[in-house]
């Protein structure tokens, strides 16, 4: 329900369509069968997460834009793009659980595989829509020029992938960081009305592990305004 949250809350700061519908649907899975709820969550947020990206590609520049959203081993340069602010974010938020004291291997909705960090996997979905914003802006002045091709091989098959050049990589990464760095309002734990976004994501990892742990009786994920 968090990533569907942020995600509307990207779509609104946008003016792009706002699927209410499924974020509903979230709301009233009432499952006790543990196995089958993670089914119904995973589809869900799949029919949300192909409606969110139709949407926000629209405002990418039209000769950038895919036809759908592709994660690991990606094609073209914008899926690659996205690809690799998520990676930044997965390690601020790798980061974040280990300082809590939390497993990042044991999660809930992605199964627990040799070499997955599934808590990590699931953390990260909280704060996406502020990669996707970053992404946004980053990419307006973009064009095809400023993307290189590389031949890869994979699963013994080669192909081209397109990359943003090494500058515009550097680039991305310090204004990312940079992004991450700067104050929302979001009360802090102890005191205050805003604090940067990479401290909220430390500050959650803490509370969820209070929780885990049974240190306090719930925890609701603080969503921040992109």
């Known amino acids: 329900v968090g990533k569907i949250e942020g995600q509307n809350l990207l779509l609104n700061k946008y003016g792009l369509e706002v699927n209410q519908f499924l974020g509903r649907m979230v709301d009233a899975v009432r499952e006790s069968d543990l196995k089958r709820l993670r089914s119904w969550l995973l589809q869900l947020e799949g029919k949300h997460g192909d409606h969110y990206f139709r949407q926000i590609f629209q405002l990418f520049p039209q000769k950038l834009r895919p036809t759908n959203r592709v994660g690991l081993r990606a094609y073209d340069g914008l899926n690659n793009t996205f690809n690799l602010a998520y990676a930044l974010l997965f390690w601020k938020c790798y980061r974040a659980l280990v300082k809590a004291h939390l497993e990042p291997y044991l999660g809930f909705l992605h199964s627990v595989r040799f070499g997955r960090p599934s808590l990590v996997c699931e953390f990260v979905e ?7 914003d970053f992404v946004i802006q980053f990419c307006q002045g973009l064009k095809p020029k400023d993307f290189i091709a590389k031949t890869e091989t994979f699963n013994n098959k080669k192909g081209k992938r397109i990359y943003l050049n090494r500058s515009l990589t ?18 802090r734990i102890k005191r205050g009305e805003k604090q940067e976004l990479e401290t909220l994501i430390n500050e959650e990892a803490m509370l969820l592990g209070r929780y885990l742990r049974n240190e306090r009786e719930s925890w609701i994920p603080r969503i921040a305004i992109p």
């Open 170 to 187: 550097n680039d991305l990464t310090n204004k990312l960081h940079d992004y991450f760095r700067r104050e929302v309002r979001v009360p």
């Open 126 to 132: 909280l704060y996406r829509h502020l990669a996707d």
